[in-house]
């Protein structure tokens, strides 16, 4: 009995009834093995989540909860969704898991929708030091419906986060939830400073781990949770390396709010393809490989940093706790992000323009790029290919405008990829 889709059979089909998309997943194949991917949301994910990704499952609509559809069939569905959130409970060691966000924004805006009425305030990163669209800024629908106060980064405190500027916004403005959690900020955070902040006013702790959800699971970044968080949340495409998808970890008494905010609050039927390869992302995830690996991200980071730093390169706070770094171009090679980014890409060499912070310049025409090493890692560097990045990166950002010498780098950087199979994508 065949119970599997002939997957061959599959994209043959694909092949001759829609050339144009077949064509194009096919340039992505071969631009993603051979180039050096440095964006630091990205990743390349299992394969086992490629086939629990494409599988029937994305055929069945499965409103509600294990135990509890508004629709019959679910014997199999029940499984996958169960094993999701009894992982993730053991993975991030929490007492409740939802795993049916669609993706990271999401699941930022199912936990604001549980907790506040329009009107009320959430203290948030602001955007050009590291937070999120998601977390209130003015061009976000959330930064319309809430009223988001916005802490920042410190550069006379090497562009930190300030506790006591915390504590301050916290007693002036009495947020319902205080947020913390970045997009393009290099260090670990403190969380008993929210911890003591929400303390003081009563008010909820959430933590957006999106980036580093990967690095919480494999131990080698402070898990919220061990700091009193109420609320986490996470995507799982990042350093968990799992398919595009969001989850909402939390407390026992934040479950049941969380639940109903979810569905039937923001969303309807939940991607089971999805959620079973979330599972298996995280059964990835309680593996001891999965701690080796995500301690390589943070020694190919640091190596990366340092090459770059020692070419002359500023980084924001000076370095990096995580997997990522912040560099401001322009201030280290004239070169603003936008145009650091196309010569990189013409390098072979992926990242993207990033604004700094308080930076002068439009989000469209920043001042730097922002890198990271999670998928260079899963795809076998070490410290030595990150080193030798580093340098052809410093080498084209001196040569940006030089298109024979940003070819010359491509064909070695293709060369050193070709001896690094991307999982699932390489022969
Ligand atoms: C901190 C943070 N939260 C939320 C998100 C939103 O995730 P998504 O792009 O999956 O909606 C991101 C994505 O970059 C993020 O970095």
């Known amino acids: 009995m065949t119970i599997s889709p ?8 694909l092949e001759q009834n829609d050339p144009a998309v077949y064509n194009a997943i096919r340039g992505e194949e071969k631009r993603e093995m051979e180039g050096i991917e440095l964006i630091p949301s990205e990743n390349y994910t299992y394969p086992e989540v490629f086939a629990a990704n494409g599988s029937v499952l994305t055929n069945k609509y499965a409103e509600g909860y294990p135990g509890k559809r508004y629709y019959g069939g679910q014997e199999f569905t029940d499984i996958v969704e169960s094993l999701a959130i009894e992982r993730a409970k053991k993975v991030f060691r929490c007492d409740h898991a939802n795993v049916q966000p669609l993706s990271g924004s999401p699941m930022n805006q199912a936990v604001y929708l549980a907790f506040l009425k329009p009107g009320d305030t959430v203290l948030g990163m602001d955007l050009s030091h590291g937070g999120h669209l998601t977390h209130g800024h003015p061009v976000s629908h959330m930064g319309k419906i809430f009223n988001f106060v916005r802490y920042k980064t410190h550069p006379e405190k090497q562009g930190w986060i300030d506790p006591e500027e915390i504590m301050a916004l916290a007693l002036e403005h009495k947020p319902k939830i205080i947020l913390c959690g970045y997009t393009s900020y290099p260090r670990d955070l403190d969380y008993s400073i929210f911890r003591k902040a929400a303390d003081a006013v009563g008010a909820i702790t959430m933590a957006d781990v999106a980036h ?11 898990n919220p949770f061990d700091y009193g ?3 986490v949340t996470t995507t799982t495409h990042k350093s968990l390396r799992g398919p595009r998808g969001g989850m909402i970890l939390c ?11 979810v569905f039937p609050g923001l969303q309807g039927g939940p991607h089971m393809q999805t959620i079973a390869s979330i599972a298996v992302t995280l059964e990835k995830a309680l593996q001891p490989e999965f701690k080796e690996y995500t301690a390589q991200i943070l020694k190919n980071a640091k190596a990366l940093a340092e090459t770059l730093m020692a070419g002359g390169a500023k980084l924001i706070t000076d370095g990096t706790d995580n997997h990522m770094m912040v560099v401001d171009t322009t201030l280290s090679f004239g070169v603003g992000g936008t145009e650091a980014e196309v010569a990189l890409d013409k390098a072979g060499i992926t990242t993207n323009k ?6 002068p310049n439009p989000p469209l025409k920043p001042s730097g790029i922002r890198l990271g ?9 070490k410290e030595a290919e990150m080193k030798q990045i580093g340098e052809w990166m410093l080498d084209a950002l001196k040569h940006h405008s030089d298109d024979a010498y940003l070819a010359g780098i491509k064909v070695k950087v293709v060369e050193m990829c070709l001896k ?8």
């Not at 580093?212 to 402070?222: D, E, K, Q, S, Y």
């Not at 990033?354 to 930076?359: E, G, L, N, T, W």
């Not at 090493?373 to 560097?381: K, L, N, Q, V």
């Not at 690094?420 to 022969?427: E, H, I, N, R, T």
């Open 6 to 13: 002939a997957n061959q059979k599959n994209w043959e089909l």
């Open 212 to 222: 580093i959800g990967g690095l919480i699971a494999g131990g080698v970044m402070r």
């Open 229 to 231: 968080f109420d609320i």
């Open 251 to 261: 407390k026992e008494e934040f479950a049941k709010a969380i639940d109903k905010s």
């Open 354 to 359: 990033q604004v700094i912070p308080d930076d």
């Open 373 to 381: 090493t999670p998928a260079a890692t899963t795809r076998g560097f």
């Open 420 to 427: 690094y199979p991307v999982p699932g994508v390489s022969a």
